[in-house]
């Protein structure tokens, strides 16, 4: 299943309590280096407590959780607060409900999300507020790869317009694009193909596609959109009651007489990955 | 496409002709009651004139003046044209990202105009001069504040501490260790940044009421402390007989053993002298902040801290420490309002902790709030509200507050998001070709 060599992220026996809830019970998990690792589940399975502390956002009651970044060697992601997780281990995450800078224009959004590399440019606001080329130099280098990823994906025509004016699928693709601009090893999706339209679907799963096999992105990606899960997926590892219960390729998961027992019988909702699990 | 672009934007002199020809007609329609007619008191009988010659003047001037604007409005915005198609595909210029609204932009130029010219024109009345310090200190006092609340999105309702830590700064300063105005001015930022900092410390994880109830307290806090610590502060006596700034070394006073403003300029001592000059202390001040809010704005931290305001939880999560942004914004508005704080005790010369009331820090917030978040020419307005309508007012007597509190209804009835809330973007991308 996964690949021979040491995997990028590994969680292990990570568990989450919110006084009596046990969120996240024992939970381990490997993620490969470009890779797309879908996280599917009921809702309140813990999906995205599970990203929340992935990325520093809380703190697991145990376990682990581990990144080998290439060039920092081993990083307790556990231990770092979020801006460090995004910032040095960069593994950046989106949000369910979307959180972008309403007011913001969307470039400004994307300048945002590179506001380390610039600060440290700026030199703490001084080489900035002289206008010294050093600063500009690398204000433009900010601005040719945001505009690079508006270009990809198709939001330079809304490059001045403030992001929250914008229809909602669109949102989706800023917040990634957004995400994209802190240069991620590891990009965690918080259902990213929620609300949007069947062709809006498609596009997305190319873009995760090419994402992971050409710029070497690992993804973990939380879905209901099985069209999605299941279609862009190397692994899937699915949640229910905060623990792990089953692992592996789609087919494999589309035929797991547990994983048809949780969403039968937990959710009304999820009929979509019965009819999936049946060839 | 490049000359289809400027075509919408000038037009052919035959064009601008017709166009001073209709004011000119415009003015001529007006001007024939307003200017060519006149009644002549003869003998106690009221008897109708004409005055030809002056109304001929009056269109001439109209014609003249319609042609000129007209070709300097071409001209600028062909200017703004050039610049903007000169600019790379990606690398977009940043520094495009001034007002695009040009009607702002002339505003705002129109009022530096009068800002700088007014103590020509009233140099002998006192009074003008000295309310319009006052509207300056408040400017100068709302930029600071748009800082921590319009950028950074912090409300903060005790920012009359800062004024308070920079005044007494000053005045102890002064008074005790004979430092001059400028030598104490940039210690008095820090002390005043530095209890930016002592605040923003504990309130990092507060937002919205919460932060507000506890810089509410800091800023009682701050005047508890000034009435009570007799020796450090005088008191309720407060600090009086502060020394005024000094023009380069210079005083501005009568004659006296030392070369004053007056004698070394071999100029008659005028008492106006020190007024006009504090006004365009003040002036300079107010203008250096603008420029430095407005282009800390456009730097990664600017950014940052709107961003903050916008979603702190998303700017974690791209990476931002909240810590140090929120702690640069409270540091940065503390200064702005510290150096506000050094200019009113040396212009009033006598400080006391009765002038650091609650009710001066809700009226800076108000200005903010009023002239609209985030926006610097709105502050300016603002504060020309608040300061000249109490004043103008003052024939009303006791019903001056209630005029005060029926505008500032109406003006947030009318436009809830303040008087100028429109937001402009720090930065522009503009593709080749574009005219925008």
């Not at chain 2, 008659?268 to 809010?293: G, K, Q, W």
Request: charged share 15%; glycine share 8%; with cysteine.
């Amino acid at each position: 299943m996964s690949t021979a060599s040491a995997p990028l992220l590994s969680v292990e026996r990570l568990t989450m309590r919110f006084g009596g809830l046990l969120a996240i019970d024992d939970m381990s998990l490997d993620v490969a280096a470009r890779q797309i690792t879908g996280v599917i589940g009921p809702n309140g399975a813990g999906k995205t407590t599970f990203f929340n502390c992935l990325t520093g956002f809380y703190k697991p009651t145990e376990g682990s959780v581990r990144l080998n970044h290439p060039q920092r060697g081993l990083m307790r992601l556990e231990t770092l607060p979020s801006h460090e997780v995004a910032h040095k281990a960069q593994v950046v995450r989106t949000f369910q409900n979307i959180r972008l800078f309403p007011k913001m224009t969307v470039l400004e959004n994307l300048m945002v999300a590179q506001h380390n590399a610039l600060q440290h440019a700026s030199r703490f606001s001084l080489a900035g507020l002289f206008g010294l080329a050093s600063y500009r130099r690398a204000e433009k280098k900010a601005i040719a790869k945001a505009i690079g990823w508006l270009k990809r994906l198709e939001l330079i025509d809304k490059a001045n317009t403030a992001a929250g004016d914008l229809p909602y699928g669109m949102q989706r693709r800023i917040e990634i694009a957004r995400a994209l601009c802190v240069d991620p090893l590891l990009l965690c999706l918080d259902e990213p193909a929620a609300g949007l339209n069947p062709r809006e679907s498609a596009e997305l799963n190319d873009l995760l596609k090419h994402l992971a096999r050409d710029e070497g992105i690992a993804i973990l990606l939380i879905e209901h959109d099985m069209s999605v899960v299941m279609n862009v997926s190397d692994h899937i590892c699915v949640l229910n009651y905060g623990r792990k219960i089953a692992e592996g390729t789609p087919t494999h998961i589309q035929q797991d007489a547990n994983v048809i027992k949780a969403y039968l019988g937990e959710d009304d909702a999820d009929e979509e990955l019965h009819a999936e699990a049946k060839p | 496409m490049a000359t289809l672009v400027l075509a919408t934007h000038t037009i052919s002199p035959a064009a601008r002709f017709k166009d001073a020809v209709a004011v000119a007609f415009i003015a001529l329609l007006l001007g024939i009651p307003m200017i060519g007619l006149t009644t002549v008191d003869q003998g106690g009988t009221l008897r109708v004139a004409t005055r030809w010659p002056t109304l001929f003047a009056f269109v001439a001037v109209a014609f003249a003046g319609r042609l000129i604007l007209r070709f300097a409005i071409d001209q600028f915005k062909a200017h703004q044209l050039t610049r903007e198609r000169a600019v790379d595909v990606t690398t977009v210029a940043s520094a495009s990202g001034r007002a695009a609204s040009p009607l702002l932009t002339w505003v705002g130029w129109a009022a530096l105009g009068v800002a700088l010219t007014l103590p020509i024109f009233f140099s002998d009345n006192r009074y003008v001069v000295d309310t319009a310090t006052t509207v300056l200190i408040y400017v100068m006092l709302g930029w600071g504040l748009n800082v921590v609340v319009g950028l950074a999105g912090l409300l903060d309702l005790g920012y009359v501490a800062f004024y308070a830590v920079g005044a007494y700064t000053y005045g102890i300063l002064a008074t005790q260790f004979g430092w001059s105005f400028w030598e104490a001015l940039p210690v008095a930022g820090a002390m005043a940044a530095t209890f930016g900092v002592i605040l923003g410390w504990p309130t990092l994880r507060l937002r919205g009421d919460y932060l507000a109830i506890v810089t509410l307290g800091f800023g009682e806090i701050v005047r508890v402390i000034l009435v009570n610590w007799t020796e450090l502060s005088g008191g309720p006596n407060g600090i009086a007989s502060i020394p005024r700034p000094t023009f380069f070394g210079l005083e501005l006073k009568p004659p006296g053993d030392d070369p004053t403003f007056a004698s070394f300029f071999g100029l008659e001592y005028s008492p106006s002298h020190r007024i006009i000059f504090l006004y365009y202390l003040i002036l300079a001040l107010a203008l250096i902040t603008n420029v430095f809010v407005s282009r800390m704005r456009k730097l990664p931290i600017g950014r940052a801290w709107e961003a903050m305001r916008e979603d702190e939880i998303a700017c974690k999560a791209m990476g931002i420490n909240a810590r140090n942004v929120k702690l640069s914004a409270f540091a940065i508005g503390a200064m702005l309002g510290g150096f506000a704080g050094v200019f009113f005790a040396a212009r009033m010369g006598f400080i006391s902790p009765e002038s650091f009331t609650f009710s001066e820090s809700a009226i800076i917030l108000a200005i903010v709030v009023l002239g609209g978040m985030g926006s610097q020419l709105g502050v300016v307005l603002a504060a020309l509200v608040l300061v000249l309508l109490p004043e103008l007012g003052r024939d009303f007597a006791e019903y001056r507050m209630l005029l005060f509190g029926a505008a500032m209804v109406m003006i947030m009835v009318w436009k809830p998001g303040g008087i100028l809330a429109h937001r402009e973007p720090t930065m522009r991308y503009v593709a080749e070709g574009d005219s925008r």
